[in-house]
């Protein structure tokens, strides 16, 4: 037992020694996150970083905080960028950024943990319960470091050694001849990588013009731009070629977006009218031309033509339905029209019994005669509307007229029986049967208004 206390004072000690070490001066900027490209350019993201998709997405900031200062969305593809170089820079970045805010006050709860979980060992007569605490705290100290952003990570690998000492011989003390301890402490290494300072405010407009050239979405082009314009502006005149690079950029872009933005919005205006006339070909010829005006323009807006030339497909497919909409038109046209002069004809007869219809209606008597007559006259509009044959586009039309007849010819059967002998009851369902079949009469006319004329698929 005396070798086993020899190691735990050991690491006693160790860990004191390690609280009393102060940690890493912190690098000039925390906040300042670096984006690598495979060209060996890079820029700077203020903050956190995010990948969606294709995409890298992140925020350059500009200029200074005590002068002038933009920050701006960026969208970069992340096949142009060093993402493995990027990646380790920002954890060597969170890492530091941990160490200078909470990692020591942490790390200092941990060894005070592990100094009273070793207390209580060499305070313990119970063989078993020693060897647990001990393993217990090697497993802690062991997966601390990597659940802590790699802080005190070569500390705590000679800590974990120690404990593994101390492990064996508990072990041997207890009697056990064969065992094995994985002695490879599983603390993450600490990052290699050399931590910059924030730029300075030229050094941020330079990148905003890196930045500006290599998203591939024209409006933060723009915005990058016009904010590195006016940061510029603010720096010294020995900057001067500085702001008139920026200048000049910005004025090559803004004739650009504009050149794309006419394209764009004339392309989809006569893709609109086409889809209206449903001619598809003049689509694919307007596709073409687009993809050769983007040519000309030097391809410098990929993501909004690529965008554009699939919705100008979309409109294709739209104006195929329209132009088989108009030829099913054409072929039909004849035969809506005939349709549509006999349903007028029965409408018409219709009204003519108006009174007679409304005075069931309103629970009025009507004159035996007028009813008898109507009911005959309703008779022949239901026998005519059986002899059509209209087209499938009036079928759900056709069906409308004929069971607002059949509710028309139901309630003046019962208004003839009313006429005979009053019942409220009777009057109330007359009345009803009357109304419906106006409803759908005039649902009817309305849908086949409609349907006169070619569907539309816009």
Same mark, same amino acid.
């Given at each position: 037992?005396?070798?086993?206390?020899?190691?735990?004072?050991?690491?006693?000690?160790?860990?004191?020694?390690?609280?009393? +070490?102060?940690?890493?001066?912190?690098?000039?900027?925390?906040?300042?996150?670096?984006?690598?490209?495979?060209?060996?350019?890079?820029?700077?993201?203020?903050?956190?970083?995010?990948?969606?998709?294709?995409?890298?997405?992140? #925020? #350059?900031?500009?200029?200074?905080?005590?002068?002038?200062?933009?920050?701006?969305?960026?969208?970069?593809?992340?096949?142009?960028?060093?993402? &493995?170089?990027?990646?380790?820079?920002?954890?060597?970045? @969170?890492?530091?950024?941990?160490g200078a805010t909470r990692g020591e006050s942490?790390?200092?709860?941990?060894?005070?943990?592990?100094? %009273?979980?070793?207390?209580?060992?060499?305070?313990?007569?119970?063989?078993?319960?020693?060897?647990?605490?001990?393993?217990?705290?090697?497993? %802690? $100290?062991?997966s601390w470091s990597e659940n802590h952003f790699?802080?005190?990570?070569? &500390?705590?690998?000679?800590?974990?050694? $120690?404990?593994?000492?101390?492990?064996?011989?508990?072990?041997?003390?207890?009697?056990?001849?064969?065992?094995?301890?994985?002695?490879?402490?599983?603390?993450?290494?600490?990052?290699? #990588?050399?931590?910059?300072?924030?730029?300075?405010?030229?050094?941020?407009?330079?990148?905003?013009?890196?930045?500006?050239?290599?998203?591939?979405?024209?409006?933060?082009?723009?915005?990058?731009?016009?904010?590195?314009?006016?940061?510029?502006?603010?720096?010294?005149?020995? @900057?001067?070629?500085?702001?008139?690079?920026?200048?000049?950029?910005?004025?090559?872009?803004?004739?650009?977006?504009?050149?794309?933005?006419?394209?764009?919005?004339?392309?989809?205006?006569?893709?609109?009218?086409?889809?209206?006339?449903?001619?598809?070909?003049? +689509?694919?010829?307007?596709?073409?031309?687009?993809?050769?005006?983007?040519?000309?323009?030097?391809?410098? @807006?990929? @993501?909004?033509?690529?965008?554009?030339?699939?919705?100008?497909?979309?409109?294709?497919?739209?104006? #195929?339905?329209?132009?088989?909409?108009?030829?099913?038109?054409?072929?039909?046209?004849?035969? $809506?029209?005939?349709?549509?002069?006999?349903?007028?004809?029965?409408?018409?007869?219709?009204?003519?019994?108006?009174?007679?219809?409304?005075?069931?209606?309103?629970?009025?008597?009507?004159?035996?005669?007028?009813?008898?007559?109507?009911?005959?006259?309703?008779?022949?509009?239901?026998?005519?509307?059986?002899?059509?044959?209209?087209?499938? &586009?009036?079928?759900?039309?056709?069906?409308?007229?004929?069971?607002? $007849?059949?509710?028309?010819?139901?309630?003046?059967?019962?208004?003839?029986?009313?006429?005979?002998?009053?019942?409220?009851?009777?009057?109330?369902?007359?009345?009803?049967?009357?109304?419906?079949?106006?409803?759908?009469?005039?649902?009817?006319?309305?849908?086949?208004?409609?349907?006169?004329?070619?569907?539309?698929?816009?």
């Open positions: 037992m005396l070798s086993v206390f020899r190691s735990t004072g050991i690491l006693t000690a160790m860990i004191v020694i390690g609280e009393a +070490i102060t940690g890493a001066q912190s690098p000039a900027s925390l906040d300042v996150f670096w984006i690598f490209l495979h060209d060996g350019r890079v820029l700077s993201s203020q903050g956190e970083f995010a990948q969606v998709g294709d995409d890298l997405v992140f #925020v #350059v900031a500009q200029g200074r905080q005590d002068g002038e200062e933009s920050h701006d969305l960026v969208t970069v593809p992340v096949a142009l960028v060093n993402m &493995e170089r990027t990646v380790a820079y920002a954890t060597a970045l @969170r890492a530091a950024k941990y942490e790390y200092q709860t941990l060894t005070a943990g592990i100094a %009273r979980a070793l207390t209580a060992l060499q305070e313990s007569d119970d063989r078993d319960r020693r060897l647990g605490i001990a393993q217990v705290a090697r497993a %802690r $100290l062991a790699g802080y005190r990570a070569a &500390e705590l690998r000679q800590l974990v050694s $120690l404990l593994d000492e101390v492990i064996v011989q508990l072990k041997a003390a207890a009697g056990v001849s064969h065992f094995s301890i994985d002695f490879v402490a599983q603390t993450a290494p600490e990052p290699a #990588v050399t931590l910059r300072s924030a730029p300075t405010p030229a050094e941020t407009v330079a990148m905003a013009l890196t930045a500006a050239s290599v998203t591939e979405v024209g409006v933060e082009k723009l915005a990058l731009l016009r904010s590195a314009r006016n940061v510029a502006a603010t720096l010294p005149a020995a @900057r001067e070629g500085l702001l008139a690079e920026v200048e000049r950029v910005l004025a090559d872009e803004t004739a650009v977006e504009t050149a794309y933005r006419t394209l764009i919005r004339s392309a989809l205006t006569r893709a609109d009218l086409a889809v209206r006339q449903g001619r598809p070909a003049v +689509i694919r010829q307007l596709i073409l031309d687009v993809e050769a005006r983007d040519a000309q323009l030097g391809h410098r @807006r990929a @993501r909004d033509m690529a965008r554009t030339v699939q919705r100008l497909w979309r409109e294709s497919g739209l104006a #195929v339905d329209q132009k088989a909409a108009l030829d099913r038109w054409a072929s039909i046209k004849g035969q $809506l029209q005939a349709y549509d002069k006999r349903v007028q004809a029965v409408v018409r007869t219709w009204e003519s019994d108006a009174s007679t219809l409304s005075a069931v209606r309103e629970g009025r008597r009507a004159g035996p005669a007028s009813l008898d007559a109507a009911a005959r006259r309703f008779a022949a509009l239901d026998r005519t509307l059986k002899t059509l044959h209209p087209p499938e &586009e009036l079928r759900e039309v056709h069906g409308l007229f004929q069971s607002a $007849l059949q509710l028309a010819r139901q309630g003046l059967v019962i208004g003839q029986r009313l006429a005979v002998a009053a019942n409220a009851s009777l009057a109330a369902n007359a009345s009803s049967a009357i109304t419906g079949a106006e409803l759908l009469r005039d649902q009817g006319l309305a849908d086949l208004a409609i349907a006169l004329k070619p569907r539309r698929v816009r």
